[in-house]
Structure formats: C-alpha cells, structure tokens
C-alpha cells in the first residue's frame, strides 16, 4: 500500500493510537485482582493505567511509526524543484515538534493528575481492606461495637462488597440490646434511648426484671403505659415490678442516708467535672481531658442523666483540638503503604536555635496526620561546637495546627498515655502543645527520604522547590539535593529533542530500508507493523537508559552551568546531523 | 569486489566506533553507580575502570559491527562468498586476540593504581549540611583531613533512637569503593552508601536489565577464555562469528530491508537464547536425572577418554556443536537449496 500523499504524521499518529488500544487492553487484562482497587474503581484505573504505560511506551512507539513511514507505507516524493523539498522538509519538522509537545503535554500535564487518581484509588482500596482486617480482628477479641463500626468505614468505600456485608450481618445478630444502642449512638450520634419507641421499652423492662432491676422494669413499664394505657404487659410488669420495689423501699429507707450521700457525690462529681471543662475551654488541654475522662466514667455510671451525656459531647468535640487517641494513631500509622518514612529536617525554633527532627513515619489520613517515632535534638550554635542540648523521642504524634501534639490518649482508661522520653538534656518544649513546627506542615512531608524517587516527580514539583519559585530553596539545609533535581530538570527539558532526534534517525533508516515490492505488498508483511513496535520498547528502554545516564554524567561531571551548556550543544549538534542526514536521503530525487 | 572491499572498511569503521561508544557508555555506569559525594573522577580511576568496561563490551561489540557490516554486504552484494570470508577472518581475528591486546598495555598501570590506592575521597563540600544517604543522614561542622568533626548520623535502619552524635569520626575509603565511618560505641562502624535517587539513573530498570543481563550471560562464557589464546578460546570465537555470518541469510527472506532485519535479530536472540540457556538447562537436568554415570557413562573410569569426556566437554562442546549444526544448516540453506540468484539480489 503505497500513499505518496499521505505524510509521516499520520503514520506515526496512528502508531500512537493503534498502541494505546493494545494498552488498553493489556492494562485490562493484567489489573490484577490482588491490587487494592475496589471493584467500582476498576475500570477507571485501568485506563489510568493504560495512559501510565502509554506515556512511557510513546517515544518507542513514535520511533516505531517513524522507521514503518518511509519503509512500507510512503513513497519517496520526487521533487521537482528546491522549494518543494523545503516545504516538505518543513512539514515533518513540524509535525515532530507538535508530537514532541503532545509528549511533554502528557508526561507533565496529564501524567501527574492520572498518578494522582490512582493513588488515590489504591488508597482507598487499601483504607477499606485494612478497616476490614480491623474489624475482623476487634471481632475475634470481642469488641463488637468497634468491629461494626470499622466495617462500617470500609463499607462506605465498598459497599457492594459482600464478604464485608456478610460480616455487618452477623456482627448485628450477635449484639446485645445494650451494645446496638452504643453502636447506634456512636455511629449516628443519636441515642436511641432518647427516642421512645414502645416495643424497645416493653423490651427494655421484660429484661430488666428478668435481672430482678425492679425499679428499672418499673420505670419502664411506666414509660409504656404513659403511651399506652392499656398495654396488658406493661400493667403486667409494673404490678409485679412494683410489689417488690415497695418491698425494697423499706430497706431503702435504710440506705436513705447512704442514697443522699451518693447522691452528693454526684452532685459533687459533676460539678468537678463541668469545672474541668471550663477550664479546659479557657485553654487548659490538661483540665480538658481530665473532664472529659470524668464525664465518660459518670455516663457509664448513670447513662440517663442528659447534662452529664451533654457535657461528654462538648468535651469529645473539644478533645482533638489538643490531643489524640493512641487506637487510631496505631490504626493509621498501620497503613505502611501510605507511610512517608524517615522524614529528617532543621526545625527552626523561636529562639533561634537549632532542633533537628527525626520522625519514623508519617501517615495522613484525610485531614488527619499521624507520626511515629518523632526524635527531637537540639544543638548549641555552631560557635559552641554543635554540642547537644536535649534530645527526646515522642512514640506518636498527631499534627494540630502548625505543631505536632504528642498527647495521645486510651479511650476510656486515663492511666494508659503515650508518653515522651526524654534522652538528653532538659528539653524545652510546651507538653500540652507539642513541637512546634517552624517549617509549614505540607514540607515535612517533602523532606522524607523515601520521596526521593525524584524520576517519578512532576516537573512543577520539582521546579517549584527551587529559587524564584521558593527563597530559599526548600532543600537549601540539605547536600546535593537541589544539584540532583536541577539535574533530573534537565534531562526531562532535553527529552523532547532527544526525542525528535531519535525520530529522525528512525525516518533516515526507514528511507535506506525501504520495502521493495514490485506489485503490491503481501499481505503477511503487516505482520511486522505489530512486530515492530514491540521489538521497538526493548530497544529503545535500552537507549534511553543511555541517554539518560550520559546526560546526567556529562553533568555531574562537568557541573550546572557547563555541563548544561555541553549538553545544549550536543543536542544542537545532534539534531542538525540528523535532519541534514534525513534532508539528504528525503532529496535524493534532487541530486538525480 | 568494491562493495565487498567497502563492507570490510565499514565493519572495521564501525568496530571502532561501536567498541569506543559501548566502552564509554559502560564505564559511566560503572563510575555512576558509584559516583556520589565522595569519590573524585579522577583520571587514574578512569583508567581503572575503562580496561574492565572494554572487556565487557568486546563481544557484544564486534557482534554488532559485523551484523551491520553484512546488512550493509547484503543489500549491495559483491561475491558473498568472499565478503562472509573477509568479515569473518576479521571478527574471528577480534575476538580471538582482541581483549588481549587492547588491555595488555594497560595492565602496568592498572597495577600500580590499584596498589596505590588512589580512590581517595573527594574535598567534602558539604559541612553543616543534611547530607541524605541510602538509609541515613549525615551532618559534621568541618573536615579534619580523613577525620569528620561535631556532628551527627541518623541511622534510618535501626529502630528508634536513631540519632547518634560524635564528636570525631574517622572516614574510611577502601579500594572496592566502600565508604565507612567509625561512630563511637556502641554504633560502632557504618557503610556510607549513595541515595538511590543519585545513583538510580546509573542502574538500568528491569527491561533494559533483562537485555544486558542476556548479554551478560554470553559474555562470561567468552571471557572466561578471552585473553588466554587457548583452542577454546578460538572454538568459541569462531563459534559466534559463524552463528552470525550465516543468520544472514535472513537479510534477504523478502523484500523489505528493514524486516529482514529484524527477523534477523530476533532469530539471532532465539538462537542465542537457546544456546545460553535451553542446552545448559539440559545438561543439568539431564545429571539430576542421570547422574554422574552420564558424564563418564561412554568412557568408563580410568580410560584416557574419562579425561576428555568429562563434564567440561559435555558442558562447552556440546553446546558449541549445536550452535555449529544450526549455523551450518543456515548456511545450507543460503548457499546449496536457496541461493541468492542476481535478479534478486536488491539493488539499494
């Protein structure tokens, strides 16, 4: 098939094209179940996927097209004249400059919005899988109220999977009245026992005078005849409720004495805790949870009296404001994929001295970051030999504001803490605050050491960590970091025209081997149009790799200013080798 | 005559070229892989490093050199018989006395660098600097010769406390390369190793790994022998010039060039493939299956032939004999049931 009007373009375009479809399904066919993406997510991740591998595979699928142009499907144009061949010539040098804009259009336009995504799903998936396995495991240790509630999470990320619907169903079976009502108040807010509802209070005194709680049953039962008079067990249970109460009241008198000095104890006990919450809303993170951990030991105590259930909310509302819960830091900071590890930086403080921060791993969940293993050492000034002055270690960390709070707190039992130890020295921070942070809290994350794949980094990301984007450089405290990301810019700035260059040198050598068939071309020799192009990702992995690791010796080599300066000639150079050379095999009709 | 003339000045032209390219190109890799803050790029660790990558890219180079050399043969034919003699005496030539030559004058010098040990590390730059590393920090106030002065290391790998402060630290460069420091104890010695992001571009990722390391494999059957001049040394080089010079015949299967190359190559990869893997494979299966009676199965114990027929011979020329069949049937194929007649021949 020979198509002397068509150019090398569009042979090359549809290489592009003919080689995102087969990603397409390839991604389809290997997005493999194992990985954390949820079943709704799939088909949007395997078209991320497939423009991920499209983008790496596009330079060797264009050389791919550029060799196949002048080989099997164009003829060599004769030209008749100079002004022709120019034109020509003009056109395919526009037509790779645009292809090598499309190239840098999707590596740093597309590209680091598509990683986004699938990040995000993978992050999801994961979240959903880890609740699960969270859930599963508060089953088997007999927390049932915590394993629906982690089901839950997972399931508002899943919730058409059916081993985890499965799982809610059974959980729910097996609560008792008791625990359905806890989880329905922790989950919705509301307390079910706010809301009368007739049946669960007949329930509700059946049960209680089963346990021989006759005042309960009694008061229950009442509850039921205010709505409805004439319910017959409800009359039943009150009559037989409230002999035994008037029995009981008789030895209550006995306790009377003792019922008042309880009763002024609670009093007493309130009044305690409501004083702690008020100092604790002055600012007191001390007194805050020294209230809210009162308030929840009165509402096990007397879960009906509402200003005590009122106050426990205020204070829970308060309590992230100034500290954490050690169970959901240990459950975050478990989701190791998503960790950023060994995050270490200069952490300038008011005083103006010196406090290195060494932080283990760092995982956010939402708005919520949590650290592990946060070590802080400060060290005198240069002029007093770097001499250590404290040096302390935080096993968790929650980020407040601009500072990392170290207070992490057992859900119910006070005495259990994280607790900071110290190592060295005599450190000087606010305990109820934490470490305050003098960088803002989006860098820390910037200066952990397993981000420092900086091949897979955005280019706005990286240019935008250097001078004039940011005085002075976000690395500015580190060694070589800016030289390396200086580095990496270069060699993504000079990838288009290594690109152009390569795609040239594949239409030269596509104009030498250039099919010769004297009618027309068999059929089976299409099937090195799919040939080709696979063979054409192995080789060219290889050639990138050389090119890449040449470039970037010429500049560690040579430095920034003349290692850029001979990379820049090289490229000329190279270029206007390869378009004289394939100026002069397109011109051959010219010299005859 | 003329084009065959010309086919043996490329293939020299390109031997050089493509030899001087490839050794450069693995000497960056050698250097960059281990080119981090400290050791300086000097040019007697060039030369260090230079020979070795010169004996690792001598065959694949010759190889390729004589492929283009009979692309380039077999679309403007002269007597073919003639130019596969010519390119073959000259890449037998090659590969047969080439590594010896190339290196034996720099073998002097090797020795004395190496026993002067002039990988020394570089100037530090970076005083009062974090200096990231595979697995830890590093911070000192100043350098006192080898000595690092009023500093810290936070040593990522351990669990926490992780940072560890020194007042002195002695800096040690040993010839391989490894870079110690000495922390007081308990910490004790560390391996100071570059970051992945420094050295990343240096290493090939897991395609262009599957390449070399094919290559890799080929390359040390034939520098085992390489520089001795023995018989199987020539065995061995004439062994893969033939494999080459007769899987030309694919350059003319039809009438597009630049399938034929590419039919060409992949049948080359197949071959090789085959002979580097497949047939060892047998080999060791076949023991496990056999065992050791396979090997002296035909030549009973204490007869000279034990000598010969022992596990060496099963394992290189039995290998060698299959590549020589298949080559051998190409070149059947190219010269007695298919020859190439004059209007066929592709005029470029």
């Known amino acids: ?164 619907l499965g799982f809610k169903s059974t959980l729910l079976s097996r609560l008792t009245d008791a625990q359905y009502d806890e989880y329905t108040a922790r989950v919705t807010g509301v307390d079910p026992r706010d809301e009368f509802d007739v049946a669960a209070a007949l329930t509700r005194a059946r049960n209680a005078l089963a346990k021989k709680d006759h005042p309960a049953a009694l008061a229950a039962a009442r509850a039921v005849l205010a709505a409805e008079q004439g319910n017959a067990e409800a009359l039943r249970i009150a009559g037989i409720a409230g002999e035994n109460v008037a029995a009981e009241e008789k030895l209550a008198r006995k306790k009377e004495a003792q019922a008042d000095e309880t009763a002024r104890r609670l009093y007493a006990a309130k009044r305690d805790a409501v004083a702690a919450l008020s100092a604790g809303k002055a600012g007191s993170a001390r007194e805050l949870i020294r209230a809210y951990y009162l308030l929840a030991d009165l509402r096990r105590r007397f879960p009906f009296d509402v200003n005590i259930k009122g106050y426990l909310q205020e204070a829970a509302e308060l309590l992230p404001g100034v500290s954490f819960f050690t169970e959901d830091a240990e459950l975050t900071l478990s989701f190791r994929e998503l960790a950023e590890t060994n995050i270490v930086f200069w952490n300038p403080t008011a005083n103006g001295g010196r406090e290195l921060v060494s932080i283990e791993a760092m995982v956010a969940a939402g708005d919520q970051v949590y650290f592990k293993n946060v070590e802080v050492a400060g060290f005198a000034p240069h002029t007093d030999g770097n001499r250590l002055l404290y040096h302390y270690l935080a096993p968790l960390g929650r980020e407040i504001g601009n500072s990392i709070n170290f207070t992490g707190l057992h859900r119910t039992d006070p005495a259990q803490r994280s607790e900071v130890r110290v190592l060295a020295g005599k450190p000087a921070f606010d305990p109820e605050k934490g470490l305050t942070l003098g960088v803002p809290p989006r860098d820390v994350r910037a200066y952990a050491l397993s981000r420092t794949d900086i091949e897979n980094r955005s280019l706005s990301e990286l240019a935008g960590s250097l001078p004039p984007f940011r005085q002075p450089s976000l690395f500015s405290h580190y060694a070589r970091m800016d030289e390396l990301i200086i580095r990496e810019i270069v060699l993504r700035v000079s990838e288009p025209f290594f690109l152009i260059i390569i795609s040239v040198v594949c239409l030269s050598i596509g104009l030498t081997q250039r099919a010769r068939y004297l009618s027309s071309t068999p059929k089976s020799v299409y099937v090195w149009v799919f040939v080709i192009p696979l063979v054409m990702l192995a080789v060219m992995d290889v050639i990138r790799f050389i090119y890449r690791m040449s470039t970037a010796f010429i500049y560690d080599v040579l430095g920034a200013a003349f290692g850029i300066l001979i990379i820049a000639a090289l490229h000329i150079a190279a270029l206007l080798l390869s378009f004289l050379r394939f100026g002069m095999r397109l011109g051959e009709s010219l010299r005859r | 005559m003329k084009e065959t003339l010309i086919a043996v000045v490329i293939f020299c032209l390109l031997l050089i070229l493509v030899t001087v390219f490839s050794t450069l190109a693995f000497a960056v890799h050698l250097l960059g892989s281990r080119l981090f803050l400290f050791p300086v790029v000097t040019p007697e660790m060039l030369l260090t490093v230079i020979p070795a990558a010169l004996r690792y890219v001598f065959l694949p180079s010759v190889l390729l050199s004589l492929f283009f050399a009979l692309t380039r043969a077999r679309r403007k034919p002269g007597p073919v018989f003639l130019s596969y003699i010519l390119l073959g005496a000259l890449a037998f030539a090659a590969l047969y006395g080439g590594p010896r030559l190339a290196v034996a004058p720099l073998e002097a010098q090797i020795t004395r660098v190496h026993t002067q040990n002039v990988l020394r590390p570089r100037d530090l730059d970076y005083p009062r600097r974090l200096i990231p590393l595979k697995g830890a920090f590093l911070y000192f106030d100043r350098k006192e010769g080898a000595t690092l002065a009023d500093g810290f290391f936070v040593d990522t790998d351990r669990p926490s406390p992780r940072v560890i402060t020194f007042d002195r630290a002695r800096l040690t460069y040993e010839a391989s390369g490894t870079m110690r420091l000495a922390l007081p104890q308990p910490a004790g010695n560390r391996v100071l190793e570059p970051l992945t992001a420094e050295s990343a571009l240096f290493v090939p990722d897991a395609a262009a790994g599957t390449i070399f390391g094919f290559f890799t494999a080929l390359n040390e059957r034939y520098l085992v022998f390489a520089g001795e001049q023995t018989a199987a040394a020539a065995v061995l080089s004439f062994v893969f010039v033939f494999v080459f010079l007769s899987s030309s015949v694919f350059l003319r299967a039809t009438r597009w060039p630049l399938a034929n190359v590419f039919l060409t190559l992949l049948i080359l990869a197949l071959v090789l493939f085959f002979y580097n893997s497949l047939i060892t494979l047998f080999l060791v299966e076949a023991k496990k299956l056999l065992g050791e009676s396979f090997w002296t199965g035909l030549a009973p114990r204490g007869s000279p032939l034990a000598s010969i027929f022992g596990e060496s011979f099963w394992s290189t020329a039995v290998p060698n004999a299959v590549l020589v069949f298949i080559s051998l049937s190409f070149v059947l194929v190219d010269f007695v049931f298919l020859p190439e007649r004059k209007e066929e021949a592709p005029r470029a």
Do not use: H
């Open chain 1, 1 to 164: 098939m020979r198509n002397p009007v068509a150019s090398p373009a569009s042979i090359i375009f549809m290489t592009l094209l003919f080689g995102f479809a087969v990603l397409v399904l390839f991604s389809a066919l290997t997005t493999s179940k194992e990985l954390y993406v949820l079943e709704q997510n799939r088909t949007p991740f395997v078209w991320e996927r497939a423009f991920l591998l499209f983008t790496d595979s596009f330079i060797a699928l264009q050389c791919a097209g550029a060799l196949l142009s002048y080989s099997l499907f164009l003829s060599v144009p004769s030209f008749s004249d100079r002004r022709r061949f120019l034109r020509s010539l003009s056109s395919v040098i526009v037509s790779l400059a645009v292809l090598a804009a499309v190239y840098v259009a999707c590596r740093e336009g597309v590209l680091p919005l598509v990683k986004r995504n699938m990040r995000e799903t993978r992050t999801l998936g994961l979240f959903s899988d880890a609740l699960f396995k969270a859930a599963q495991e508060k089953a088997r240790s007999g927390d049932l109220v915590s394993a629906l509630a982690y089901n839950r999470i997972a399931l508002l990320a899943d919730g058409r999977n059916r081993e985890k």
